[in-house]
């Protein structure tokens, strides 16, 4: 059905290869209501949405108490997954460049079908083989790889506002001269000029594959903190990491799972849970068909976003460097107190009609600014296997002077080579925050 390509000369191949996917993959996604799903029913005590199997996750309510947000307490919907997964690309180099394996995979969230994913995208569950469909390609690469060097491998939160304490381990494996990967449908090597070409581009590299290339150990230009980076900013390491624990010191966090039947202002419909005001996302069901996955087909329920989020830096250069406004966030789920975070992260439309006081600090900032001082402004998905069209709006945005220096307890300036070189930590940098450095790093930009 397609050619047997699996390296292009130039970006423009690549597109036309994964246009020519896009058009004769088959798949079909299907709303049904959350009690019709196969496989899923709610808890008739608790009212948990919950596999027949036990496994995969579950959707459950949390209460949260907290003095860091603007908002200081509520109750919402949360997919509990306590299972690891991996999110694994591999490397190799072919005539001197380096290359990285990607997959065009289909998600059901994904708002245009097919998106490059990591080399390994898979749960606990699934390469376990819960659902007793095919085996996950690749998979041996990084659960056993002994004569492989491991550029990169640490635990990695994922998103805080709609999963309970979820981690996936992000790896990249580098592959030895002498080693082939045997060809698989799908999968293609691309290079790291032509990935930077594809961020530049609406939902086309997902967010597994954003979080993954995030950790890739290679050194930052020198005006983004440059090689030892780590006290080449206005604050040195130990005054950022000093920073960070004095935020979360106070434990000002009070969070705890309830039974979904038990959260307020949602509303089971029969067909979905939603918000009483329209706002934040629903609680969604779908059945899914799908070529080129493990399983065929499968039903499940999906968080979907009322609206596009936007997910911003605010930048500036500070002693000829640049550096990034980072904001230490509690979120729902947050393992811990707080992760290092954008300086704006939120969906504005949750906020309109809201007072000041309660909208995020610097959001208009970002939403207000001139286009010149944008340096890049882009949407991207966020993952398709839980949300449904979840879609933000991910830029960087040049300060003006009404963005302080000293910009209060919770922001802190840092180059974006400091904020990677906390990577390496599981529970810092959370996956939003993540994904931007990976768009700083990699698109191209107009201007650095």
Same mark, same amino acid.
């Given at each position: 059905?397609?050619?047997?390509?699996?390296?292009?000369?130039?970006?423009?191949?690549?597109?036309?290869?994964?246009?020519?996917?896009?058009?004769?993959?088959?798949?079909?996604?299907?709303?049904?209501?959350?009690?019709?799903?196969?496989?899923?029913?709610?808890?008739?005590?608790?009212?948990?949405?919950?596999?027949?199997?036990?496994?995969?996750?579950?959707?459950?309510?949390?209460?949260?108490?907290?003095?860091?947000?603007?908002?200081?307490?509520?109750?919402?919907?949360?997919?509990?997954?306590?299972?690891?997964?991996?999110?694994?690309?591999?490397?190799?180099?072919?005539?001197?460049?380096?290359?990285?394996?990607?997959?065009?995979?289909?998600?059901?969230?994904?708002?245009?079908?097919?998106?490059?994913?990591?080399?390994?995208?898979?749960?606990?569950?699934?390469?376990?083989?819960?659902?007793?469909?095919?085996?996950?390609?690749?998979?041996?690469?990084?659960?056993?790889?002994?004569?492989?060097?491991?550029?990169?491998?640490?635990?990695?939160?994922?998103?805080?506002?709609?999963?309970?304490?979820?981690?996936?381990?992000?790896?990249?494996?580098?592959?030895?001269?002498?080693?082939?990967?045997?060809?698989?449908?799908?999968?293609?090597?691309?290079?790291?000029?032509?990935?930077?070409?594809?961020?530049?581009?609406?939902?086309?590299?997902?967010?597994?594959?954003?979080?993954?290339?995030?950790?890739?150990? &290679?050194?930052? /230009?020198?005006?983004?903190? =440059?090689?030892?980076? !780590?006290? %080449?900013? #206005?604050?040195?390491? @130990?005054? $950022?990491?000093?920073?960070?624990?004095?935020?979360?010191?106070?434990?000002?966090?009070?969070?705890?799972?309830?039974?979904?039947?038990?959260?307020?202002?949602?509303?089971?419909?029969?067909?979905?849970?939603?918000?009483?005001?329209?706002?934040?996302?629903?609680?969604?069901?779908?059945?899914?068909?799908?070529?080129?996955?493990?399983?065929?087909?499968?039903?499940?329920?999906?968080?979907?976003?009322?609206?596009?989020?936007?997910?911003?830096?605010?930048?500036?250069?500070?002693?000829?460097?640049?550096?990034?406004?980072?904001?230490?966030?509690?979120?729902?789920?947050?393992?811990?107190?707080?992760?290092?975070?954008?300086?704006? &992260?939120?969906? /504005?439309?949750?906020?309109? =009609?809201?007072?000041? !006081?309660? %909208?995020? #600090?610097?959001?208009? @900032?970002? $939403?207000?600014?001139?286009?010149?001082?944008?340096?890049?402004?882009?949407?991207?998905?966020?993952?398709?296997?839980?949300?449904?069209?979840?879609?933000?709006?991910?830029?960087?945005?040049?300060?003006?002077?009404?963005?302080?220096?000293?910009?209060?307890?919770?922001?802190?300036?840092?180059?974006?080579?400091?904020?990677?070189?906390?990577?390496?930590?599981?529970?810092?940098?959370?996956?939003?925050?993540?994904?931007?450095?990976?768009?700083?790093?990699?698109?191209?930009?107009?201007?650095?």
């Amino acid at each position: 059905m397609f050619p047997t390509v699996f390296r292009f000369r130039q970006t423009s191949e690549f597109l036309d290869w994964f246009a020519e996917r896009n058009r004769t993959h088959r798949h079909r996604v299907t709303p049904v209501p959350l009690d019709a799903l196969d496989g899923w029913a709610a808890d008739p005590e608790t009212g948990n949405l919950r596999h027949r199997t036990g496994r995969f996750f579950t959707v459950e309510g949390v209460e949260i108490t907290t003095g860091r947000r603007e908002t200081g307490s509520w109750t919402q919907p949360i997919i509990v997954q306590p299972e690891v997964g991996v999110l694994g690309v591999l490397v190799k180099d072919f005539d001197g460049v380096r290359h990285f394996l990607l997959q065009a995979k289909m998600e059901p969230g994904n708002i245009n079908v097919l998106q490059m994913s990591p080399t390994v995208q898979a749960t606990r569950s699934n390469f376990t083989r819960v659902h007793q469909g095919g085996a996950v390609p690749y998979l041996e690469y990084f659960l056993a790889p002994p004569r492989r060097r491991v550029l990169f491998d640490a635990l990695q939160s994922e998103q805080g506002s709609w999963f309970h304490s979820k981690r996936n381990r992000n790896m990249i494996v580098e592959l030895p001269p002498d080693e082939d990967v045997p060809p698989r449908d799908g999968f293609c090597w691309l290079t790291l000029e032509q990935i930077g070409d594809l961020l530049a581009l609406d939902n086309i590299v997902n967010m597994d594959t954003r979080t993954v290339l995030s950790g890739l150990p &290679q050194p930052w /230009p020198d005006d983004f903190g =440059g090689p030892g980076a !780590e006290d %080449r900013g #206005r604050h040195s390491m @130990t005054e $950022l990491l000093s920073w960070f624990t004095d935020v979360k010191a106070p434990q000002d966090l009070h969070r705890r799972r309830i039974p979904l039947a038990e959260v307020k202002g949602w509303t089971h419909t029969g067909d979905r849970l939603v918000h009483e005001e329209g706002r934040y996302f629903s609680v969604i069901g779908v059945d899914v068909e799908a070529d080129g996955r493990e399983v065929a087909r499968w039903s499940q329920p999906m968080l979907a976003p009322a609206g596009r989020g936007v997910i911003a830096f605010l930048t500036r250069r500070i002693d000829g460097r640049r550096h990034v406004l980072v904001n230490a966030r509690t979120e729902a789920g947050s393992r811990d107190v707080a992760e290092m975070a954008p300086t704006v &992260q939120c969906n /504005p439309a949750n906020y309109d =009609g809201r007072p000041e !006081e309660e %909208r995020p #600090r610097f959001l208009d @900032t970002v $939403l207000t600014a001139d286009p010149s001082r944008i340096l890049f402004d882009v949407v991207h998905s966020e993952e398709g296997g839980r949300f449904h069209h979840a879609e933000n709006r991910y830029l960087a945005v040049e300060a003006d002077d009404t963005v302080p220096l000293d910009a209060g307890e919770d922001h802190v300036w840092m180059t974006p080579g400091q904020l990677g070189s906390l990577l390496r930590y599981s529970n810092h940098v959370n996956v939003e925050a993540r994904n931007l450095l990976t768009c700083l790093r990699f698109l191209r930009q107009r201007d650095r």
